[in-house]
């Protein structure tokens, strides 16, 4: 069992619990921003890589999501497993990773994926299926034969956590909850009442 003073060695316990019980999009959480007049919106990502450092997405700067999170870098994310009775809320900043970060991840995706983030003007307003199915024909002409490579546009955010809750199912609602906040000297842990 992870010890009480941290966080990750304890979100790594219940994620692998979630990858090991084959649970469909295991690293599915939601991203919440909130723009420049205060309006909150949430959409699922994916987690793509966590540490000590933080918990790691990918996305098109240019999206709603990138702009919300350049004006406002404060974000929470949420992670339910019903499977296993787990919810994980984590409270933070964002930071941008390094292009040698992102130039990793983005190698390694499908193809369709790297030619989808260059076609893709994500979350413009688009007129039609077919115009995107041509934009990545277009992209993929110009790429035969070669590496595609990552959009300067593209890239991924870590999210700094300033505090992390685990929320554990029980019987009648008494669940258990345990919220870790950073501080200068680390980690601190207390229960709340559910």
């Known amino acids: 069992m992870a010890t009480m003073t941290d966080p990750f060695s304890r979100f790594g316990e219940i994620h692998a619990q979630a990858l090991a019980l084959g649970i469909k999009n295991p690293d599915a959480m939601v991203l919440c921003t909130v723009d420049k007049s205060g ?3 949430s959409r699922q990502v994916l987690l793509k ?5 933080g918990f790691v ?4 700067f240019e999206s709603r999501k990138g702009r919300e ?3 406002n870098p ?4 949420g ?3 019903r499977e296993l009775g787990e919810q994980i809320n984590i409270r933070g900043r964002v930071e941008v990773v390094s292009d040698e970060q992102a130039d990793a991840y983005f190698s390694s995706r499908d193809r369709g994926s790297q030619l989808g983030a260059w076609a893709s003007q994500q979350s413009r307003p688009l007129e039609s299926r077919a115009r995107l199915v041509a934009e990545v ?5 110009r790429n035969l034969g070669r590496k595609v490579p990552r959009p300067p546009y593209w890239g991924g955010f870590r999210v700094v956590p300033e505090a992390i809750e685990f929320w554990t199912e029980r019987r009648f609602r008494l669940h258990d909850r345990f919220v870790y906040e950073r501080s200068a000297e680390g980690w601190t842990a207390h229960r709340l009442y559910p």
């Open 39 to 41: 309006q909150p919106s």
């Open 49 to 53: 890589h966590f540490d000590p450092e």
């Open 57 to 60: 997405f990918y996305t098109n």
């Open 69 to 71: 999170l350049r004006d």
């Open 74 to 77: 404060h974000v929470s994310l």
């Open 79 to 81: 992670f339910y497993w």
């Open 137 to 141: 024909a277009k992209v993929e002409s």
